[in-house]
């Protein structure tokens, strides 16, 4: 990717889309700008609150719509999708103009085809995806990952220690989803309270999840 044509497309706070309307069947129709952020979520953590509020803060979007993934693409476990998407909603509760989405219920699971899905439902939407620093190392693993990029330009959160030249620098603390689950596992519920909100911490211990 060292070709400006092939450089990773994450968008500006300068060269944010500004259209608010568009033209839907002849007639204009409203846009709502959307940021769409998925993950397996196995659980949510505050990592991933922090990084809801930051994109709803820092950037040009309206509405942020969190997509627990139905399967995890390499096939690693995961808890039921009923209980992710439960601990989804129970995580971003009290966070204003956030929603999550079931749609990969109904989908393959790939980025391209999720994103299609959802533009289908909801035609109106103005989508940028929310990625970390890692997804744009791996970008040459993903399906059609230009088109990806033209149906939702990118919304990249810098990681520490995962450098790159299309990353901005990383604001965020570092939370291990791996970590998180061993602590789950060893029931080590203290050290989990910094780390886990506290209401999918009660949600954890109520449905006996990660024993």
């Not at 992710?84 to 989405?101: D, F």
């Not at 909801?122 to 929310?130: C, K, Q, S």
């Not at 919304?155 to 790159?164: A, D, I, T, Y």
């Not at 061993?182 to 990660?210: H, I, M, S, T």
Request: hydrophobic letters at 45%; proline letters at 7%.
């Amino acid at each position: 990717m060292s070709s400006p044509s092939n450089r990773i497309r994450t968008g500006s706070r300068t060269s944010r889309a500004r259209a608010t309307r568009y033209t839907y069947h002849g007639t204009l129709q409203a846009v709502t700008r959307v940021a769409v952020f998925g993950g397996s979520f196995n659980p949510p953590h505050v990592g991933h609150v922090l990084a809801v509020a930051y994109v709803l803060s820092v950037h040009d979007v309206e509405r942020l719509v969190l997509v627990p993934a139905y399967r995890h693409p390499f096939g690693k476990p995961l808890a039921p999708f009923d209980d992710r998407v439960r601990m989804c909603e129970l995580a971003v509760g009290a966070i204003r103009h956030v929603e999550v989405s079931r749609v990969e219920e109904n989908t393959d699971g790939l980025t391209l085809h999720t994103l299609e899905a959802l533009r289908a439902l909801h035609p109106d939407w103005a989508m940028r995806l929310v990625v970390g620093t890692d997804i744009l190392l791996e970008a040459d693993k993903w399906f059609r990952f230009d088109e990806v990029q033209k149906l939702a330009p990118l919304v990249v959160l810098g990681r520490k220690g995962v450098p790159h030249v299309d990353a901005p620098e990383a604001v965020l603390p570092e939370v291990s989803s791996t970590r998180v689950r061993e602590l789950l596992a060893g029931r080590q519920w203290d050290a989990l309270g910094p780390l886990v909100p506290r209401a999918v911490l009660e949600y954890v211990r109520a449905r006996g999840l990660y024993a």
